[in-house]
């Protein structure tokens, strides 16, 4: 067994170690791919519910709460409106918010990189309730796994509007 427990429907293995080297293995390389293009690659996610209706993605700056660090995370988003980006905190459903996420919650200005595009300067804040309730929808129908990811954790996934400023 991993490091903690996932609901019963869950997929077998998601608490793995092995999965989450995997996972931040992953990100480097689609990190690297974006910067090195200028997003031409890596700004579609076609994995999972991706590969028949892909999904953009943006790379999110954030700065480590404890070390100050500055790290770079890809996410898929949704374009609220013009000013409004909208990212979920659901680490592939695993039972504990991803870390940038947290690093948010310290430091919320920040930037974000889009597909050609000079990075754009956000301010972060976590949707309230009312507002979650009606961006939920949209986010899984943007990405439909988002919803999978749900049911496998007994947390409420958090969603975040990135304003520009």
Known sequence: MGRFSLPEDAPKGLDSPV???????MARVQVRVFTLTGGRVGST????AGFRKPVPTLLLEHRGRRSGRRFVTPLLYLRANDDEFVIVASQGGLPKHPQWYFNLRADA???????????VPVRARVADAGE?????????EL????AKYQAWTDREIPVVVLRRH
């Open 132 to 140: 979650r309730a009606e961006l939920w929808p949209r986010l899984v």
């Open 109 to 119: 200005e920040t930037r974000v990189h889009l597909k050609k595009q000079a990075p």
């Open 45 to 48: 996610w076609r994995i999972g």
């Open 19 to 25: 999965v989450a080297k995997l996972m931040k293995l």
């Open 143 to 146: 990405y439909a796994d988002f």
